[in-house]
């Protein structure tokens, strides 16, 4: 069982940046994969990027590529989304998930634990 509480969120600028925050609960961080995603109004719960166990392989969705960047820092048990670049269709609430598993996971369906999210809006 882990939780998970997000934070970081906010109001900015196009153009700008924000960094968010994840941090779990329990003793076997490290050996979870972990993943961030993003809903905004009227639409879907959609991925945005995941990390494996150890930081060594990441994923991301091709909206935010080259823009976002995930990380991971298992002695601190959190995860990071740095967002630079932002653009005002990035505006939604980020949420992080979590699942026991060295692999890298992209569908929301295979996330087992959620945070409880966090908005982030970019004003034009």
């Known amino acids: 069982q882990v939780q998970l509480v997000e934070s970081g969120g906010g109001l900015v600028q196009a153009g700008g940046s924000l960094r968010l925050s994840c941090a779990a609960s329990?003793?076997?961080?490290?050996?979870?994969?972990m993943g961030w995603f993003r809903q905004a109004p009227g639409k879907e719960r959609e991925f945005v990027a995941a990390?494996?166990?150890?930081?060594?392989?990441?994923n991301y969705a091709d909206s935010v590529k080259g823009r976002f960047t995930v990380s991971r820092d298992n002695r601190k048990n959190t995860v990071y989304l740095q967002m630079n670049s932002l653009k005002p269709e990035d505006t939604a609430v980020y949420y992080c998930a979590a699942r026991a598993s060295i692999a890298t996971f992209v569908n929301r369906d295979q996330y087992h634990y959620w945070g409880q999210g966090t908005q982030i809006t970019v004003s034009s």
């Open positions: 329990g003793r076997s961080f490290s050996s979870y994969a």
């Open positions: 990390i494996n166990w150890s930081g060594g392989n990441t």
